[in-house]
Each structure stands twice: as structure tokens, then as C-alpha cells.
């Protein structure tokens, strides 16, 4: 069974002194500025929101027990959470357990969830959630030496991106020119590049737009990018 680590992260100086009065003032101003955008700060504040990367995150209390007492799992979409202290000698000892279970939500990335000690007591176990499928997504483009129809076994890109591939030639414009996004399994394909050439002033400009078919895994695209320019859109095909 794996733990998860658990490391000190010191509260911010104006939440080591809040108090659930000041607490329910901060969360009562909150709700008013989301509900009329036009008070003075509101847009402020929501653009800060939108920033910052949405996470959940859950507080727990601990007393009597060390970081090294407290020992915590990620399992079947709770946090399980387990602290033994012994203290005392063979003939005295002091035994004292605690054991706590919190129930992961939807939609939160378990593989990242991390257990960290905010103060004295209080423990804090945080994850980020899981990208909205309905949001549009970059889609990062890589390069390798060579684009093939995937029949070279040396080709430089993983085995399981090889079974579905799309070939696209934009050898004339610059990889920085270049932007591939995914929505859901549709995916987008733009370049534009304006720059003189022999001293004529030369527009281009490309736009594909194509739907994955069924059974490829959206989620697993990536795009490579050969040394001659070529571009190939790639993903595995799930199992049935």
C-alpha cells in the first residue's frame, strides 16, 4: 500500500488569524459581487477566480499526533486516513488511534491528490480537478526526426499513438506558427505566417477542422512534426 507524502505548508499570515465570523463575512461579499458583476471589484474578482486553476481541497483536525503518526490513501475514490501514536515504555504504554474516511467528489484527478500540514492540527488533502471534455484544449506539437505511414519501426514517436494517424503538409510555415487545439474529438488545425520573401511581402494561412472517428481515444492526441515539415495528428484506438 502506497501513502501519500505529507509536508508542512505554513497558512498565509491574514487566514492564521480568521475567524468563522470574518470567514462568513468574506464568503457573504463573494456571493453578493457573483451575483451583481457590476459592483465596483466584481470583475476583478471573478477574473482572478478564473485564473487560478479550479482544485478541491478538504481540512481535517488532528490533535495529539505528529506528522509522522498520520498516514494517508488514496483508494477507490476516498481518503483514507490513519494516526497511531505509541508512546510510553514496555511496561507503561499509551496507545491512541484515529481514523478518518473522506469521500473523493467527482470529477477530482486522484492520481494528484497530495496531503500537506497547514498548522499545528490541521491537515489539508487537495487535487485538481479533472479538464472539462466541453472546453477546448492545446494540443502540443512535437518534433521527431521523420513522418512516416507508421510501417517504420524506427519512427521516433510512441507505439500507442500509431494506430490512428493524419497526414498534413505544412512544411511552409514555422512550428511557432503552427496551433493544434481538441474539442472533445474534433480537432483543429490553424497557420498563419506573414513574412517577406525575396522582397514580396507573402500572406498563408491554413485551416482544417476534422472529426476523430469512433473508437480512437480522443483524450491520447498528440501532433508530431518531422523534420520536413510534415505534421502528423495521431491517437490510439481504445480496446474493444
Not at 463573494?30 to 478564473?50: F, G, K, M, Y
Not at 499509551?94 to 499545528?120: A, L, M, N, W, Y
Not at 505511414?149 to 511552409?172: F, H, I, K, T, W
Amino acid at each position: 500500500m502506497e501513502f501519500l507524502p505529507i509536508y508542512y505548508r505554513p497558512m498565509p499570515p491574514q487566514q492564521q488569524t480568521a475567524s468563522p465570523f470574518r470567514d462568513l463575512l468574506r464568503h457573504m461579499l463573494h456571493e453578493e459581487l457573483n451575483a451583481n458583476p457590476n459592483l465596483p471589484h466584481a470583475p476583478a474578482l471573478q477574473q482572478r477566480r478564473r485564473d487560478v486553476p479550479e482544485k478541491w481541497s478538504k481540512t481535517f483536525r488532528l490533535d495529539s499526533y505528529q506528522p509522522d503518526d498520520v498516514k494517508v490513501v488514496v483508494k477507490d475514490g476516498y481518503v483514507r486516513i490513519n494516526a497511531k501514536h505509541v508512546g510510553g515504555d514496555e511496561d507503561n504504554s499509551d496507545i491512541r488511534e484515529s481514523t478518518r474516511t473522506i469521500r473523493i467528489p467527482d470529477g477530482v484527478d486522484q492520481s494528484k491528490i497530495h496531503c500537506f500540514q497547514s498548522s499545528e492540527n490541521h491537515y489539508t488533502v487537495e487535487g485538481p480537478m479533472l479538464p472539462n471534455e466541453d472546453d477546448e484544449m492545446e494540443v502540443k506539437l512535437e518534433n521527431v526526426p521523420a513522418i512516416t505511414d507508421g510501417s517504420d519501426v524506427d519512427m521516433q514517436v510512441a507505439e500507442q499513438s500509431r494506430p490512428y494517424q493524419e497526414n498534413l503538409d505544412l512544411s511552409v510555415f514555422d512550428p511557432d506558427h503552427i496551433n493544434i487545439t481538441r474539442k472533445k474529438n474534433v480537432v483543429s488545425i490553424s497557420a498563419d505566417h506573414n513574412r517577406e520573401e525575396n522582397g514580396i511581402r507573402v500572406q498563408r494561412s491554413f485551416r482544417k477542422e476534422f472529426t476523430l472517428p469512433d473508437g480512437v481515444d480522443y483524450r491520447q492526441v498528440k501532433a508530431a512534426r518531422g523534420a520536413d515539415g510534415k505534421v502528423a495528428i495521431m491517437a490510439p484506438r481504445m480496446e474493444s
